[in-house]
């Protein structure tokens, strides 16, 4: 069965570094795109970044671009988030998805349970 399983979420200062794990089973991991989504109370859910099948290509949300990146190593079957120089509305629960078309767009159908990130001194 298809499975996704994020960890490395925690609570950590402003300015700190997180870096998040998404590790996959269930499926052949470099023919999808992986994105990965985040929501915090009261928000709508915003796409932080997603990651082409092969790792070639990557987008980024504005608010994010510049310090997360994101990467993929398709032997481990598992997805990375590194995030740099955090901020307190970086808190939020992250969640990693299986995207169901090219160029990392529609509605994924396949999501990890989530890992809470929290930002704060």
């Known amino acids: 069965q298809v499975q996704l399983v994020e960890s490395g979420g925690g609570l950590v200062q402003p300015g700190g570094s997180l870096r998040l794990s998404c590790a996959a089973s269930?499926?052949?991991?470099?023919?999808?795109?992986i994105g990965w989504f985040r929501q915090a109370p009261g928000k709508e859910r915003e796409k932080v970044s997603c990651?082409?099948?092969?790792?070639?290509?990557?987008v980024y949300a504005d608010s994010v671009k510049g310090r997360f990146t994101i990467s993929r190593d398709n032997a481990k079957n598992t997805v990375y988030l590194q995030m740099n120089s955090l901020k307190p509305e970086d808190t939020a629960v992250y969640y990693c998805?299986?995207?169901?078309?090219?160029?990392?767009?529609?509605?994924?159908?396949?999501w990890g349970q989530g890992t809470q990130v929290t930002v704060s001194s």
């Open positions: 990651v082409s099948s092969s790792g070639s290509s990557t």
């Open positions: 998805a299986r995207q169901t078309h090219s160029y990392c767009s529609g509605s994924p159908v396949y």
């Open positions: 269930g499926f052949t991991l470099d023919y999808y795109d």
